[in-house]
C-alpha cells in the first residue's frame, strides 16, 4: 500500500490526483510541514512524501514520474521525442509558473515576517501572466498539454492555475482557462479535491 503524507492543500493534492487517475489504492496522512509525521521520514520537513514498501521519495514532482514511470501511464518512454517534449513542459511550468508562486508563498506565510516583502508581488503577477501566455501560445488542440492524453504536465499546469486563483494571480488566457475547466471537470480531480 502507498501512502501519501502531506496536507492536500499542498504540492501533495498533486500526487493524490495522479494516484486517483492511476486508480492505485493509497492511504492519506494529511500532515503539514514540519510535523513530526513528516520530520520522522524528511529531516527538511517537507511535503509532500510517499511512502513505498520501506523506502520514501520526497518532491511532488520526483513522485508523479516514479508512478506516471512504474505504471507506463501519464507519460512517455523514456529517450522518446515525445518523453522530452513531455519533460520541456514539466520544466516551463516549474520554471516560469511554480517558481513565481512559490516565491509569492514565501513572502505572504513562509519566511519569519522580517523577511518578507510584499513589493516583490506586483512583479511576480506580472511574471506570471507573461508565463501563461506563452503556455497559451504553445497548447496545441489536444484537449491535454500532449494531445489526447493526461500527462504528468497536465497535473503541474492544473495545480499551479489552482493555486493561482487562491493566490489572486490573474491572467486574461481564454484558452488556458477553458483547459483548467476541463482538468478540474475530470473525476479524478474532483475525488482528490473533496479529501
Not at 523506502?55 to 507519460?75: G, K, P, Y
Not at 488556458?176 to 480531480?189: K, T
Amino acid at each position: 500500500m502507498l501512502e501519501v503524507i502531506g496536507s492536500h492543500r499542498s504540492r501533495a493534492f498533486r500526487v493524490l490526483w495522479m494516484l486517483e487517475e492511476l486508480g492505485e489504492p493509497y492511504r492519506h496522512t494529511a500532515a503539514k510541514p514540519h510535523s513530526p509525521e513528516v520530520l520522522r521520514y524528511n529531516p527538511s520537513g517537507k511535503i509532500p512524501l510517499l511512502i513505498v514498501d520501506d523506502a520514501v521519495i520526497t518532491d511532488s514532482v520526483a513522485i508523479l514520474h516514479f508512478l506516471a514511470d512504474r505504471s507506463a501511464r501519464m507519460t512517455f518512454p523514456a529517450g522518446s521525442l515525445e518523453r522530452a517534449e513531455q519533460d520541456g513542459w514539466t520544466h516551463r511550468i516549474l520554471d516560469e509558473l511554480d517558481a513565481c508562486l512559490w516565491t509569492a508563498a514565501k513572502h505572504s506565510f513562509v519566511f519569519p515576517e522580517e523577511w518578507r516583502r510584499e513589493e516583490i508581488k506586483p512583479a511576480l503577477k506580472w511574471e506570471f501572466a507573461g508565463a501563461v501566455s506563452r503556455v497559451a501560445e504553445r497548447m496545441e488542440d489536444g484537449p491535454f498539454l500532449m494531445g489526447a492524453g493526461v500527462t504528468v504536465p497536465d497535473i503541474l499546469l492544473t495545480h499551479c492555475l489552482s493555486w493561482a486563483r487562491i493566490a489572486k494571480f490573474e491572467h486574461s488566457e481564454a484558452k488556458v482557462e477553458n483547459y483548467f475547466d476541463r482538468l478540474r471537470a475530470r473525476a479524478a480531480y474532483r475525488k482528490a479535491a473533496a479529501l
